[in-house]
């Protein structure tokens, strides 16, 4: 009796799963592509179902942002490979919170004081301050890793000038 029930439900199953299939919805946008749509509409966000082609003006407003990208990436500053591989993906290259012209997840740490900086990488090893990611990042480093770290990020605003003096 169980194999009947059991091999009953693995057909309605199937079959539900192709007539599913068939509507196109679930897989192909459809209807429910639409309502997806609607709601980030609804918040504050626009979800295109099918790509808008782009005005000439547009697509030469983006080739020029890019020319301007890849020269502020050319001039900019050095920083050391410790901050690349831990903090530039999050705060940008430069500490500046942008990166591309777009907002990086992290927030801006160009222009702040290396005593600060070491306290809120202090408290974020501790647990003081919450951010899984910033504690998993810094949880091997020892003080003077994050002392080095504030220090370099500190002076971020002198390289900038130094940097743009060279360029002129």
């Not at 459809?30 to 000439?56: C, L, N, R, W």
């Not at 951010?131 to 890793?145: C, E, T, V, Y």
Request: some cysteine; proline content about 2%.
């Amino acid at each position: 009796m169980r194999n009947i029930i059991v091999g009953f439900f693995t057909l309605l199953i199937l079959g539900l799963m192709a007539w599913t299939a068939s509507q196109g919805g679930a897989y192909h946008g459809g209807e429910h592509g639409k309502v997806i749509a609607d709601f980030g509409d609804s918040m504050g966000q626009t979800a295109a179902i099918a790509p808008v082609e782009k005005s000439d003006r547009e697509k030469e407003n983006e080739a020029l942002g890019a020319l301007r990208d890849k020269a502020g990436n050319a001039g900019a500053f050095k920083v050391s490979n410790e901050y690349k591989s831990k903090c530039a993906s999050c705060h940008g290259v430069n500490g500046s919170g942008f990166q591309n012209g777009k907002k990086m997840m992290g927030p801006p740490l160009f222009g702040q004081s290396e005593e600060k900086l070491y306290k809120d990488l202090s408290d974020f090893k501790a647990g003081r301050k919450e951010n899984m990611i910033m504690k998993g990042l810094l949880i091997r480093l020892d003080d003077k890793a994050l002392k080095r770290l504030a220090k370099e990020i500190s002076e971020f605003p002198q390289r900038a000038k130094e940097a743009e003096a060279k360029r002129k």
